[in-house]
C-alpha cells in the first residue's frame, strides 16, 4: 500500500502572556491509503492541534507534512484551500457549519466551489445524507438540527468531493450509540473502498473499529496498538480503555 500522509517532527509551540506552551513535541506520522487510524489520548494532549496541522489550518513551528509525494507545510493559504477542497475532507468537532446555508446547501458548497455541476453535487448531497439518516432534514437550517444530525450533516461536507484523505476531530461525539455505529460502518466502508481515514476519538469501542490506534501523550506519539484478526471486540475495547486516561 502507498502512503497517503507523512509528518516528520512536527512541533508545535503556542505564546502567550509571555508563556510558550508546547502543544506537539515532534511527531512521526506515516498513514497509509485505504487505513482508518484511530488518534486517542486525554484532552488537551494534541490530538485537535494534529489534525489542523495536517489539514492546512495552523502552521507547525517545525517539522514536515507530506500528502502522497507533495510536501504541503509551506503551502499558502489560498493553495491550502483549493487542497483542503480536492483531497482533504474535515469534520470539525463543533460542525462549523454555514448557519444561513440549509443543510442541502452546505454538503452542496465544496462540490460546487470545485466545479462540480449543480446536478451532480444534489447526486452526491442525496446520496451522503441518506446513507446518514438525515435526508429528510435537507431543507432545514443547521439550527434547527440536533447536535447529532449536525455531525452528520458536517461528515456528508467533507465526504461531497470524495476526498483521499478524511480528517475527522471526534466525529461521533454528538451521536447516539446506534448513530455512532452507523458512521463507523460507514467509514469502515469507505476505508474498504480506498480512502484514508484518521480520526481523534475519546472512545474506545469507535477506536476498536479502525485498523490500528496512536496514542497521543502530552503532544508525543507514545503508543500504537494494531489489531489481530479474530481478536474479539472485548478483548480490543478493554486494551484501549488505558489509552484514554
Not at 507545510?73 to 487542497?83: F, K, P, R
Not at 477542497?85 to 468537532?93: D, L
Not at 463543533?94 to 446555508?101: A, P, Y
Not at 500504537?224 to 479474530?230: C, H, I, L, Q, Y
Request: aromatic share 4%.
Amino acid at each position: 500500500m502507498t502512503l497517503t500522509l507523512t509528518a516528520r517532527g512536527l512541533a508545535k509551540t503556542y505564546a502567550g502572556d509571555g508563556i510558550e506552551v508546547l502543544a506537539l513535541r515532534g511527531v512521526d506520522l506515516d498513514i497509509l491509503a485505504g487505513e482508518l487510524v484511530a488518534l486517542m489520548g486525554p484532552s488537551g494532549c494534541g490530538k485537535s492541534t494534529l489534525l489542523h496541522l495536517l489539514a492546512g489550518f495552523d502552521r507547525p513551528t517545525a517539522g514536515s507534512v507530506a500528502l502522497g509525494d507533495r510536501r504541503v507545510e509551506g503551502l499558502s493559504e489560498a493553495e491550502w484551500a483549493v487542497l483542503r477542497r480536492r483531497e482533504i475532507g474535515f469534520v470539525f468537532q463543533f460542525f462549523n457549519l454555514v448557519q444561513t446555508l440549509t443543510v442541502a446547501e452546505n454538503v452542496e458548497l465544496p462540490a460546487r466551489l470545485v466545479g462540480v455541476s449543480r446536478r451532480d453535487a444534489r447526486r452526491r448531497r442525496e446520496e451522503l445524507l441518506d446513507r446518514l439518516d438525515v435526508s429528510v432534514r435537507a431543507d432545514a437550517l443547521p439550527s434547527r438540527l440536533s447536535g447529532g444530525q449536525q455531525q452528520r450533516v458536517a461528515l456528508a461536507r467533507a465526504l461531497v468531493n470524495r476526498p483521499r484523505l478524511l480528517l475527522a476531530d471526534e466525529p461521533t461525539g454528538n451521536l447516539d450509540s446506534d448513530n455512532a455505529r452507523e458512521v463507523v460502518a460507514l467509514l469502515r466502508g469507505l476505508a474498504a473502498e480506498g480512502q484514508t481515514v484518521l480520526l481523534a476519538t475519546h472512545d474506545p469501542r469507535i477506536a476498536a473499529s479502525a485498523d490500528r490506534v496512536l496514542q497521543l501523550r502530552d503532544g508525543l506519539l507514545v503508543d500504537e496498538t494494531r489489531f489481530e484478526a479474530g481478536e474479539s471486540a472485548t478483548a480490543v475495547v478493554s486494551s484501549l480503555l488505558r489509552l484514554d486516561v
